[in-house]
Structures are given as C-alpha cells and as structure tokens.
C-alpha cells in the first residue's frame, strides 16, 4: 500500500493518533500529509510546534514553500507560519470549544484535513481537570464530518508524565498509527483491514 492509498483509508470524522518516539521524525509524515492530502489543510500549531517541524524539514534540503500558504490556527507560541486565520491563549483551548469553533469558520468551506501538533505540550501544561476537559473535547469532535483529525504525539514524553492520558488518547482516538523510524504501523483502525500494516513514508 503507498501513501496516498493509505491517507484515503481514513474517514471524515475520524481523530487519528500519531505516536512517536523522541527519535523519530514526525515533521516527515506531516510533509506527506500536507503533500498528498485531497482535502484543504488547516493546521492546529501548539506553542510553535510548526515552526519546530518547518525547521527541521529547511534544515534538511526540503522545500517548505507549500507550509508558508497552508491556514493556522495557533494555541501559544510566537513564531508564525503559514497563513494564522486565529490564535487561542493557553487555557482557553481546553475550556472554551465554541471560541476554537469561530477561528475554525474562518478557515473556508469545509471538510479539512487537520494535523494537530504538539497536543503533549499541552497535556504538560493542564492539571488533572483540564487534561480531562480536553480529552473530552478531542471525544466530541469525533464523527464531525467537518475534518479528519491528525494528533501527533510524543509517545516517550507523555507516558513519562502521564501514562493514563496517554491510553485514554488511545481509547479515544478511532485510529492509532506508531511512527517507528521512517514506516508507520496501523495499531488500531475503523477499518480493521488496516490493522497491522506498515506505510513507508514518501521521500520529499
């Protein structure tokens, strides 16, 4: 199965879990997702994880002209890129749904494919309260046919600061992809048939 293939597989409504290690290179299946995906993108970016992944991918000889149009919404943060359509403060983020819901109006007609990068960052930052309030409101977006929804997360940080949110992310999400070197692995699928496959990711 190639790429492309494999990024049709995943249905408007679905919240898919990407995990990956400290050593992996998350920034790389984001490029292909951007690349390779039939709907608009639009981005949430956690305290400039996206500047994060745009400098990793410059650094290594990719062409990120296609990351500086692509619509933004940032949580935190101070380094801008691509087109910001709204920012959120910390807090409000977990707390206030209809203000994110605003911003995300402004990004068009939808569905979107929506990358959300850097979801760990504010796990670390929430109380037990909080952190139950996001994973609720992470719950309730799935099934809106608005957007398939891609949460990359440090596997290694979090299971060090909270493992039990890690599995309830888990539980929550209708599909679990592991980053493992440069191929990812299907842990959990809607559509069981892609359990257990292994994707290489595309050379940019």
């Known amino acids: 199965m190639d790429f492309e293939e494999f990024l049709s597989n995943f249905r408007l409504g679905e919240t898919v879990l990407v995990e990956y290690s400290a ?6 299946l984001f490029y292909d997702i951007v690349t ?6 639009v981005v949430d970016d ?8 745009y400098i990793r991918l410059k650094l290594a000889g990719i062409n990120v002209e296609k990351l500086d149009s692509i619509k933004v919404i940032k949580t935190g943060g101070s380094k801008n890129v691509g087109n910001v359509i ?3 403060e910390l807090g409000k983020y977990v707390m206030n749904i209809g203000e994110y819901a605003k911003i995300m109006d402004k990004a068009g007609e939808p569905p979107f494919t ?3 990068l850097g979801i760990h960052k504010l796990i670390f930052l929430g109380n037990i309260l909080e952190n139950m309030k996001l994973l609720k409101m992470i719950s309730d977006y799935i ?20 493992p039990a949110v890690s599995a309830m992310m888990e539980e ?3 599909s679990v ?17 892609l359990v257990g496959e292994k994707v290489p990711l595309l050379k940019p």
């Open 23 to 28: 050593y992996s290179r998350p920034e790389l």
């Open 36 to 41: 390779y995906s039939k709907l608009p993108i």
């Open 46 to 53: 956690l305290m400039d994880s996206l500047y994060e992944y």
């Open 86 to 88: 709204g920012k959120l």
């Open 114 to 116: 929506n990358p959300v």
């Open 143 to 162: 099934g809106n046919e608005s957007r398939v929804a891609f949460y990359f997360l440090n596997r290694d940080a979090i299971e060090k600061f909270s």
């Open 172 to 174: 929550i999400a209708t």
């Open 177 to 193: 992809i592991v980053l493992e070197g440069k191929t990812m692995v299907v842990k959990k699928a809607i559509n069981e048939d």
